[in-house]
């Protein structure tokens, strides 16, 4: 079956520190995976996408196939970082369905 | 880009009575179309998808059913809303990589 597990609904830290959100997934075969942030009173948009391997407002994200794991990360977190964060996965058929984790909430002191 | 227009933003309806959410695309052609639920701890949930004109695919069992009556139109429908029925639906389009999604409807069923 297909899943996608984000274990922390909640991930508080302070300006400056470093920030790893983390996503597992369960799939059989090669999946695309995706990583969505929403921004308050914003639409969810696409934040970084596995295939692309770029950084996007400081944030990376690497697929390591042997943990079945796709956690986002950035060395430096800021204020404007606080979102929610989702990270969803793709089979390769033609539905182009995106399966979504629960959502981690990112919140950055000052 | 596209835009995905999505409404009413909130709507309170009582139990046992219809619903119609509307979801329309603008800025492509011959997208996937999806609706989910996001609930609270539960993250996004995909109710239904449709992959072109006059077809629907369920992914949960539920009160709620989908239609699709023009390439770009996507509509979410019940004939009698469940108190369960409450939450925050989202409409999306995806065409290649990128999946773009409405501003939601916050649906209160009372």
């Known amino acids: 079956a297909q899943r996608v597990t984000q274990p922390e609904k909640l991930l508080s830290v302070f300006k400056g520190a470093p920030v790893e959100l983390k996503c597992n997934y369960s799939?059989?075969?090669?999946?695309?995976l995706f990583w969505y942030v929403q921004y308050s009173r914003q639409r969810l948009q696409l934040l970084l996408r596995?295939?692309s391997r770029e950084s996007i407002k400081g944030f990376t994200a690497d697929l390591n196939k042997g943990e079945t794991s796709f956690h986002l990360k950035k060395p430096f977190a800021q204020e404007e970082d606080s979102a929610m964060y989702y990270c969803?996965?793709?089979?390769?058929?033609?539905?182009?369905?995106?399966?979504f984790g629960q959502g981690t909430t990112l919140q950055v002191k000052p | 880009s596209q835009t995905i227009h999505q409404w009413p933003a909130t709507l309170v309806q009582p139990v046992g009575s219809p619903l119609s959410l509307e979801c329309t695309v603008e800025?492509?052609?011959?997208?996937?179309l999806y609706w989910y639920r996001q609930a609270a701890g539960r993250g996004l949930q995909l109710l239904f998808y449709?992959?072109?004109?006059?077809?629907i695919s369920s992914e949960v069992p539920q009160n709620l059913s989908a239609s699709r009556p023009q390439d770009r139109q996507f509509i979410l429908s019940s004939k009698k809303l469940l108190l369960s029925d409450s939450g925050f639906y989202l409409c999306?389009?995806?065409?290649?990589?990128?999946?773009?999604f409405g501003q939601g409807t916050r649906l209160t069923v009372v």
């Open positions: 800025g492509t052609s011959n997208p996937n």
């Open positions: 999306a389009s995806r065409v290649n990589t990128e999946a773009f």
């Open positions: 799939y059989s075969g090669s999946p695309e």
């Open positions: 596995h295939i």
């Open positions: 969803a996965l793709s089979g390769l058929s033609n539905t182009g369905k995106l399966i």
């Open positions: 449709s992959v072109g004109i006059g077809q």
